[in-house]
């Protein structure tokens, strides 16, 4: 699936939609460039999900975790940034494995880092940066 974003509300947008596909189990992994909008696409997902809390960017960790409802069923949402870390090594230490075998949904920013660690089966958001508001936005489900 492709969309067209031109303001972070339409990502976001786009985002809540793909929120509602989301189940126990699912990663999105995604793929873009600083200030592509990686974080507001979480952002979106989140607030898809029915998390109330505000999403920020884990700077200084890696990985946030929000409890939460889905569908009354009591499921956490992992927002993961490997921005700062250089390759799965410097992750070792996060349990991604085990992370990503567990009963939750996680999500992660600079994907590209754990290529190696990232489930097959998974959503990759590839996002484009076309002009200075406009984003163009890839969807793929792999497996
Ligand atoms: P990343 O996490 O990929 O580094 P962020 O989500 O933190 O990027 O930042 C994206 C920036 O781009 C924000 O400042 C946001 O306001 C801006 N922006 C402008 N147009 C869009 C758009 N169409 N979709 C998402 N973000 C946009
Ligand atoms: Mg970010």
């Known amino acids: ?25 699912s ?3 995604l793929f873009g460039d600083l200030g592509a909008g990686k974080t507001v696409f979480v952002q979106g ?21 929000y409890p939460f409802l889905h569908h009354k069923k009591p499921l956490t949402f992992y927002h993961i940034d490997l921005y700062r870390g250089q390759d799965s090594g410097d992750f070792r230490n996060l349990g991604l494995e085990e ?8 999500v992660l ?10 489930p097959k089966k998974r ?5 484009n940066v076309t002009g200075e508001k406009s984003r163009k936005i890839s969807i793929k489900n792999r497996k």
């Open 1 to 25: 699936m492709e969309a067209r974003t031109n303001s972070p509300k339409e990502t976001k947008k786009v985002a809540q939609q793909l929120a509602k596909t989301l189940d126990a189990g």
């Open 27 to 29: 990663v999105v992994a």
């Open 45 to 65: 997902l989140a607030k898809g999900l029915g998390i109330k809390r505000r999403v920020l960017s884990p700077t200084f960790v890696f990985m946030r975790s």
């Open 99 to 106: 992370i990503f075998s567990e009963e939750g949904i996680v």
């Open 109 to 118: 920013e600079w994907a590209e880092k754990i290529r190696d660690v990232l």
């Open 123 to 127: 959503i990759d958001v590839i996002i």
